[in-house]
């Protein structure tokens, strides 16, 4: 049969990307189909406002230059859900996203494009807690190393340079009776830097000789913050120094030679063969161009999918594959929460000599404690307009002034912050610290996406997506937020809030497709042969807290080896 | 504005009928009362309604972004109200007959919190006097005060309204209806603290368009240095590499 690729990937987000380099490099020839545009690629040099061409297979094809103009670094223009340029939906910003369903207070963040949601995660790359692996997955902790090695080693990972919030974190975690973890496998609780894939700074940058501006150009990264707004600083495309997949693994996978990525391309449905003889097998894909509506099929010997934890099992769902109570089921979201410490420029002197915290310099994170059974936190900083929406406008209670306080509580208010309070918090912006929670949360089946009955959109019924926490998640969390708001209160913190983030946030979205209930050990579905997953949904659970993506690139190169080992 | 005139009489809240109701509701954000009659169906007539609808759609928006933000150079002087109305606006769009319709759910949200608004009256639970002569255009929401806006969307998100005189698609669907309330204070938040109001005439553009054209004024409030190529911040590595 004609096949236009030995493998098409779904997808050149976090796993996508990863899997295509491992297979080009082992010699198999790869086409990644990616729904949204590609930043920093000459064929596009216009990729919001004009279809551009078709594909593009080459390293050459990458340009800084063009990554440094659509990376602005405007927190609006980048990041805002509806419109920005990271946001789940077509390349074209005059049109709508693409809309899901989350009925509950919530929001779902994820970016399409090359790159996926790595273009605006925060780098984060932990491995996973070997407690929530071992005699729980299908496949064992010690399995992974290997895997984790060779992606700490690509991106690269190192521990995260000290700026003055991580700073202040690490004092009030001490004074709280916290032990400093020098590891990479926590397996008691403590605090570390963040092992992040951003490269160390430029040894030049407290040179004041260099300019910021010539040190943005150069290797290293240069504190500036801007993480989450996307990182544009680097000499080219494949030394800049946050290491989204676009600028890490994609340069990688397109110097082998063997691998064409194709954006503005919708994977609207797996194709399987109807062979009653033989058992049912991908044979390729139904694919819509987002810029034309031109529907198109693409046939290959294997199809991985790696759309993300919501689009992996809603194509199945609207491809009408083969029924598995566990299609969908079982997410994690790690039940995030939000506690935030104001505080006093004196005592802020008192820890760092100088005045304020600044939370919007340094990496977006770059110090954790971790908590294996429990989960993680982690000091956070990010700018204005997101700092504001999501400690005073992101809460599943509603207004503070409507809640009840206990003398009990380590914070003094839960909650929406609005109006006159909200002015006088955001005017101490300079000097709070942000503590992000992260819950070892379980998965339950009543958990996840199903598609929408009524509801479509261009690329079939619209998906929707649910979530109701444990009462075990909950204690947790609850948990976690004490010791977020101890550790605040020991480094000086005058006055606390906990936002209590909606359950339904999801961004670290995991175990919808889990290795063991819809996929095997090597992630092919166990009921469509020929096609594998290569992103979060198959983790078999939350892996007890850790931001997830290092542990699906880890998966996504193993199952890259298992493909061909089995098929080529 | 698109309005779909549906003549079969029909009030029916299954999903059969979601989209239809739902472009009925663009032009229709008083559609408290959905048991339509020939004649109500006749007002929901776009050319009739629809500039009505809007001057009160933008004043039910005035009256909520003051209330998130308020004072001198607050959400409402910064122009908030048209960044929640082109947000919802370009919100949603779903798969109609002819391709992607696009849902404009302002009027729709704004006659929610005018729905809560009536309601927390008719209770005689407002805790200051009416006021219509700051938004003479507006429904009942903008004529509450601060205090009262605010417990208006508190009943609203606790359900405690009649949730069937919600406009579609609000009607009867606490989810959904959290789940706007939860972006309305988000889009007022990172609408008022990034650099939109700096877009000047093009913050309302096609996003490609626009560009900065003022200075930062949010950012100044908070001491935020705007995007920046670097800080000289470095305070050293608790480790360089890990032991393992």
């Given amino acids: ?568 | 504005m698109n309005n779909t005139i549906d003549d079969s009489g029909s009030t029916s809240h299954k999903k059969g009928t979601f989209i239809t109701e739902m472009k009925n509701t663009v032009a229709n954000f008083v559609s408290e009362n959905h048991s339509a009659s020939p004649l109500s169906r006749m007002e929901q007539l776009p050319m009739q309604i629809g500039k009505k609808s809007l001057s009160q759609t933008r004043a039910t928006f005035m009256a909520f972004v003051d209330v998130m933000i308020p004072s001198t150079f607050g959400a409402l002087d910064l122009r908030l109200d048209d960044y929640v109305i082109w947000t919802l606006d370009h919100y949603i769009s779903v798969q109609g007959n002819f391709g992607m319709d696009s849902i404009q759910l302002s009027s729709a949200t704004a006659g929610m919190l005018d729905a809560a608004a009536k309601q927390l009256i008719f209770s005689g639970k407002v805790k200051k006097e009416l006021n219509y002569s700051i938004y003479p255009e507006g429904g009942s929401f903008a004529s509450l005060s601060f205090e009262d806006r605010l417990e208006a969307i508190h009943l609203l998100e606790n359900a405690q309204v009649d949730m069937d005189s919600l406009p579609l698609p609000y009607r009867n669907n606490i989810g959904y209806v959290k789940n706007i309330v939860s972006n309305l204070h988000q889009m007022v938040m990172i609408g008022y603290y990034s650099e939109w109001f700096s877009l000047g005439a093009t913050r309302l553009a096609p996003p490609e368009n626009r560009v900065v054209e003022r200075p930062f004024m949010t950012w100044n409030l908070v001491n935020y240095p705007s995007p920046s190529m670097g800080y000289r911040e470095l305070r050293g590595f608790l480790v360089k590499e890990f032991k393992d």
């Fill in chain 1, 1 to 568: 049969m004609h096949t236009d690729a030995d493998v098409i990937i779904i997808g050149a987000g976090g796993g996508g990307a990863v899997a295509a380099k491992e297979l080009g490099e082992l010699g198999v020839n790869v086409l990644i189909l990616e729904a949204g545009p590609w930043y920093g690629n000459k064929k596009w040099s216009s990729p919001n406002q004009e279809r551009g061409a078709t594909s593009s297979s080459s390293p050459d094809d990458l340009d800084i230059n063009l990554l440094r103009q659509q990376y602005t670094k405007m927190e609006h223009n980048m990041n805002d859900i509806i419109s920005g340029r990271f946001r789940w939906g077509p390349a074209d910003r005059r049109r709508s996203p693409w809309q899901r369903i989350i009925p509950n207070h919530g929001q779902l963040w994820q970016s399409t494009g090359v790159g996926g949601t790595t273009q605006h995660y925060w780098a984060n790359s932990p491995r996973a807690y070997a407690m929530a692996i071992d005699d729980v997955w299908p496949i064992s902790y010690r399995e992974l190393v290997p895997y984790y090695e060779k992606v700490e080693a690509t991106l690269p990972v190192r521990p995260a340079p000290t700026t003055a919030k991580e700073e202040m974190f690490y004092y009030g975690a001490k004074k709280d009776g916290w032990s400093f973890i020098n590891t990479k496998n926590p397996t008691s609780p403590g605090y570390r830097p963040q092992p992040n894939a951003i490269l160390h700074p430029n040894e030049k940058l407290m040179d004041k000789n260099v300019s910021l501006e010539e040190l943005s150009k150069m290797e290293g990264c240069t504190l500036c913050g801007h993480c989450v707004n996307g990182c544009p600083h680097g000499p080219s495309v494949d030394k800049v120094a946050k290491r989204p997949t676009n600028i890490s693994y994609v340069p990688l996978a397109l110097k082998t030679g063997n691998v064409e990525i194709r954006p503005n391309t919708y994977t609207m449905k797996i194709l399987t063969s109807t062979d009653s003889e033989v058992e049912r097998q991908a044979i390729g894909v139904e694919y819509r161009d987002t810029w034309t509506g031109e529907i198109g099929e693409l046939y290959a010997k294997v199809v991985v999918m790696a759309a993300g934890c919501i689009e992996t099992p809603r194509l199945w769902l609207n491809s009408q594959l083969p029924y598995n109570s566990w299609v969908g089921r079982g997410l994690t979201n790690h039940y995030w929460d939000w506690v935030t410490g104001v505080f006093d420029e004196k005592d802020i002197m008192g820890i760092l000599g100088q005045n304020n915290i600044n939370p919007f310099t340094g990496p977006t994170s770059g110090g954790r404690l971790d908590y294996p059974g429990l989960g993680c936190i982690q000091p956070s900083g990010v700018s204005p307009g997101l700092f504001s929406s999501l400690t005073f406008g992101f809460s599943q209670s509603g207004y503070f002034f409507k809640q009840e306080h206990s003398v009990d509580d380590p914070w003094d208010l839960r909650g929406r912050v609005v109006g006159n309070e909200l002015l006088e918090w955001m005017q101490n912006y300079q000097s709070t610290l942000s503590i992000m929670i992260l819950t070892d949360d379980q998965p339950h089946k009543r958990n996840g996406v199903t598609v929408d009955p009524v509801l479509k959109d261009e690329h079939g019924p619209i998906p929707v997506v649910r979530y109701t926490p444990s009462k075990e998640d909950k204690k947790k969390r609850n948990q976690l937020a004490k010791i977020s708001a101890d550790i605040l209160r020991k480094a000086g913190a005058k006055k606390i809030i906990r936002t209590d983030w909606p359950a339904h946030l999801f961004a670290h979205i995991e175990s919808t497709m889990r290795m063991g209930l819809v996929v095997d050990d090597i992630c092919e579905a166990y009921q469509v042969k020929r096609l594998f997953i290569a992103d979060n949904s198959v983790h078999y659970n939350g892996i007890g807290g850790p931001n997830p993506t290092l542990t699906t690139q880890a998966l996504a190169t193993r199952t890259a080896e298992k493909i061909v080992m089995k098929y080529f």
